[in-house]
C-alpha cells in the first residue's frame, strides 16, 4: 500500500511564501506523477500542480502559474509545492495524490491521496 504524507502548511500572510511537501511510502510504475490539489472552504477541490518522477516535467493550473513551482526530490522521495505571493483566495487545505501519469492526475482520478494539510492566507 501507497502512502502519502504531506507537511509545511500553516498561517501566513498575504503575500508571503511557504513550502509543502509531501513524502510517499515507496514509488512504483502506478505512482509516476505526483499531483497538488486544494480544497477551498465550500468549493470542490481543485487541480494545483503536477510533476512526475522520472522527467521532472511540470504542469500548473493557470491560477498559480508564475508564482508556485512544483518539484521532486528521488533520493528522498518527496514532492514539493513552493508557494509564493499567497493570496487570500489560497487558503485551503491542501492534499498530494499518486497517479501511473500526469493525464489521470488531471482527470483526478487518484488512487492515492495524502491526508491534506491547511493553508490559511490572512489578508
Known amino acids: 500500500q501507497v502512502q502519502l504524507v504531506e507537511s509545511g502548511g500553516g498561517l501566513v500572510q498575504a503575500g508571503d511564501s511557504l513550502r509543502l511537501s509531501c513524502a510517499i511510502s515507496?514509488?512504483?510504475?502506478?505512482?509516476?506523477?505526483m499531483g497538488w490539489f486544494r480544497q477551498a472552504p465550500g468549493k470542490e477541490r481543485e487541480f494545483v500542480a503536477a510533476?512526475?518522477?522520472?522527467?521532472?516535467?511540470?504542469y500548473y493550473a493557470d491560477s498559480v502559474k508564475g508564482r508556485f513551482t512544483v518539484s521532486r526530490d528521488n533520493a528522498k522521495n518527496t514532492a514539493y509545492l513552493q508557494m509564493n505571493s499567497l493570496k487570500f483566495e489560497g487558503t485551503a487545505v491542501y492534499y498530494c495524490?499518486?497517479?501511473?501519469?500526469?493525464?489521470?492526475?488531471?482527470?483526478?482520478?487518484?488512487?492515492?491521496w495524502g491526508q491534506g494539510t491547511q493553508v490559511t492566507v490572512s489578508s
Open positions: 495524490a499518486a497517479a501511473p501519469n500526469v493525464g489521470v492526475v488531471l482527470k483526478g482520478s487518484i488512487d492515492y
Open positions: 510533476v512526475t518522477w522520472g522527467t521532472g516535467s511540470t
Open positions: 515507496r514509488r512504483t510504475f502506478s505512482t509516476a506523477a
